[in-house]
């Protein structure tokens, strides 16, 4: 394929996926044209109609790469191709008029059109998500979803060096702000010329929609407050969650915690996020009912899954707010030692709460995952986080999305676990292969339960590396999952009620 034939691919790529209007074409032949610093086009050229995406970039990339015009290297290739894709990406007012349009037909069909030109501009990169590794493992507590992300390219030294000698910025603030649709970027931020922000009126206040660029499942969005201002779990914060329910019945939309270690990667602005997928919490019962006395309209209680949850089901969001808020209050000053739970040491509070709010069969629920970010000698990185004989899988935090039943693992366990996976199935030594040494414990372990064979192997791997992430979140988990547990949980229900 030409540079020329790439051009008008592109652009008749643009057409069928709803990108540009037909009478656009000269147009947006035109722009990329600009764009590859290019004076003209082949009068023969004939568009690829057949071509992916990814080829058509390709083409596009390799001939400014060798022209001069972009750096040989992901980021800068990165940067590059997306400058290419906003050049046929709708403005913001289009993509808004034309989700406001359709929104008042159902809320489905909005979300429906906005994920696709999400897709289709390339700010999903789709073509790097299907890499991702992704699998099911059975638990008791149904079935938990394994991802191993790969969606996410590593910065490679030039961009490093380059990001070293780059002025500092503080614009936009940070990747969330909404300043970020139609940035170009930079080395040490990412382009953004294809990004396209919905905004949402939230119980008065700005706030906007977005997707994850790495979505990690069906429509995974982001909701952000329109002020660049720090993550606070509060009563007002539940509000809006239902505000967003309200909106897009179809979605879920929780929040990470607003503590180090139990929160999300990003505290410093509040967001929440959501999508049209059901994780396996939400498919997890009531195993223990609780009365909640004081709201006679709010039924629910502990829920049978390996982290600390209580569920509030009602048709009352006020109702179901307000007690919401009681509990967050009241947790947050709830120390017992018995348990090992301490609201703060030496002034440093230790108790928050991760929400998930969803409206399922004529009723709305809040799910509130009690966390806790203490430390100790023995656990430095956490008590109630993954602990040390986990940290060859995971050592990351445990954020909303993995609470919820969806492990989002390192990169590096793809390479890791083909490498085990031979060794284990040809008795090659663990210990004196440094990519996998750290393995060795739990792939014994693994040897030793199991008839490995060169067929059933990986399907192993999967499954104990699924075993170890239930586990993980067992950890993570306030109250043991034991009698000892549960009577400790029902003393802090019964505190509610006091």
Not at 415 to 437: C, F, G, P, S, Y
Request: with cysteine.
């Amino acid at each position: 394929m030409t540079v020329s034939e790439a051009i008008k691919s592109l652009v008749k790529y643009g057409v069928r996926e709803g990108l540009l209007d037909a009478l656009d074409e000269k147009w947006a032949v035109n722009r990329l044209l600009e764009v590859m610093q290019l004076d003209s086009i082949e009068a023969d050229a004939v568009a690829d109609e057949a071509a992916a995406l990814e080829d058509i970039l390709g083409v596009l990339l390799d001939d400014a790469c060798e022209r001069g015009i972009c750096e040989d290297s992901v980021v800068f290739r990165d940067l590059f191709d997306t400058k290419l894709m906003g050049a046929i990406t709708p403005r913001p007012s289009e993509v808004i008029k034309s989700f406001e349009e359709l929104y008042a037909e159902s809320p489905e069909k909005a979300t429906e059109f906005y994920y696709h030109i999400s897709r289709k501009s390339d700010y999903i990169r789709e073509y790097r998500i299907k890499n991702d590794v992704k699998w099911v493992t059975p638990t008791e507590y149904g079935d938990i979803d394994i991802t191993i992300n790969l969606s996410k390219p590593e910065k490679d030294p030039k961009a490093i060096a380059a990001a070293l000698k780059m002025k500092q910025s503080s614009y936009p603030l940070c990747m969330l702000c909404p300043e970020n649709e139609g940035y170009a970027g930079r080395v040490n931020h990412p382009a953004r010329q294809n990004h396209r922000v919905i905004p949402l009126d939230l119980e008065g206040e700005s706030w906007c929609l977005q997707y994850s660029p790495y979505v990690y499942y069906n429509e995974h969005c982001i909701v952000f407050d329109s002020i660049h201002q720090p993550m606070k779990i509060t009563e007002k914060g539940f509000r809006r969650l239902f505000a967003i329910v309200k909106k897009f019945p179809h979605y879920f939309v929780g929040s990470n915690a607003d503590l180090p270690i139990v929160g999300g990667s990003v505290l410093t602005h509040d967001h929440f996020q959501g999508g049209n997928y059901t994780f396996a919490m939400a498919k997890a019962e009531i195993e223990t009912p609780v009365e909640f006395k004081k709201y006679p309209s709010v039924s629910g209680g502990i829920v049978k899954w390996p982290m600390s949850v209580l569920r509030l089901v009602g048709e009352n969001t006020d109702d179901i707010c307000s007690l919401a808020g009681e509990i967050l209050a009241k947790w947050r000053n709830y120390t017992d030692e018995e348990a090992f739970i301490f609201a703060e040491t030496d002034g440093v509070p230790h108790n928050t709460i991760t929400p998930i709010a969803r409206f399922r069969n004529g009723k709305y629920e809040l799910d509130l995952v009690l966390r806790n970010n203490i430390t100790t000698e023995e656990f430095p990185d956490g008590v109630y986080h993954p602990h040390p004989q986990h940290h060859h899988i995971k050592k990351e935090n445990i954020g909303l999305i993995e609470v919820m039943g969806l492990a989002v693992l390192p990169s590096r366990l793809k390479t890791e676990m083909a490498v085990l996976q031979d060794a284990l199935v040809n008795n090659k030594d663990i210990a004196a292969d440094e990519r996998i040494a750290k393995h060795l414990e739990w792939a014994e372990q693994i040897k030793k339960n199991n008839n490995i064979t060169a067929e059933n192997c990986e399907k192993i791997l999967q499954d104990e590396i699924g075993k170890v992430f239930a586990d993980i979140l067992g950890q993570c988990g306030v109250y043991a999952r034991n009698e000892e547990g549960k009577a400790q949980f029902i003393k802090f229900t019964d505190y509610i009620n006091e």
